[in-house]
């Protein structure tokens, strides 16, 4: 059964994930923890998301990457139910994930853009990350309409078909 949002007690953390008090109860520096284990995750595998894009294909890493950060994405409401040791687990695995793929991606424009261009599609690219802005209102309305996990479960499947298009239509090569 879901709950009727507007009887919840919501609180907002700094990523814009909105957590409901009925639901969870966590301390302030349980929060910190959790939030900040993706990015201890994502700083440990840096250097080798860059050295598996330069031998496998940067194409593949990178999916590999965003698919099981979107898997994680998807168990994150139920781990979020179980204790914060497990929630902060999570996040660090996610983080894990995701750090190799801002070096794999490198990888994959190394090989698709021509030298004298890579910078441009660089910057082009970067500058999607602009882009996020709008994610904190999107995610507070679905988490006030919906409930806090469906934002987990519909970035979750959006992350999964992304990377099911990508996986088809992106090689290593443009050949």
């Not at 814009?16 to 923890?33: L, N, R």
């Not at 914060?84 to 996610?94: H, Q």
Request: glycine share 10%; proline share 5%.
């Amino acid at each position: 059964t879901m709950k009727n949002p507007r009887n919840a007690s919501n609180v907002t953390l700094g990523n814009g994930t909105v957590v409901e008090q009925q639901d969870i109860s966590w301390h302030m520096q349980e929060i910190s923890e959790i939030l900040r284990a993706s990015f201890f995750g994502c700083v440990a595998t840096q250097i080798l998301g860059g050295w598996l894009g330069a031998c496998l294909g940067g194409s593949r890493v990178y999916a590999v990457g965003v698919a099981f950060t979107a898997l994680l994405s998807l168990l994150t409401p139920f781990v979020a139910k179980t204790s914060v040791f497990f929630m902060t687990a999570i996040r660090f695995i996610e983080g894990l994930f995701e750090g190799v793929t801002y070096p794999s991606i490198y990888a994959v424009w190394s090989r698709w853009a021509p030298p004298q261009e890579r910078a441009r599609v660089v910057s082009i690219v970067s500058s999607g990350g602009f882009f996020s802005i709008v994610a904190g209102p999107v995610c507070g309305f679905i988490a006030n309409t919906l409930g806090w996990p469906y934002i987990f479960y519909i970035t979750g499947i959006m992350g999964l078909i992304w990377c099911a298009v990508w996986w088809i239509v992106v090689k290593d090569k443009p050949e």
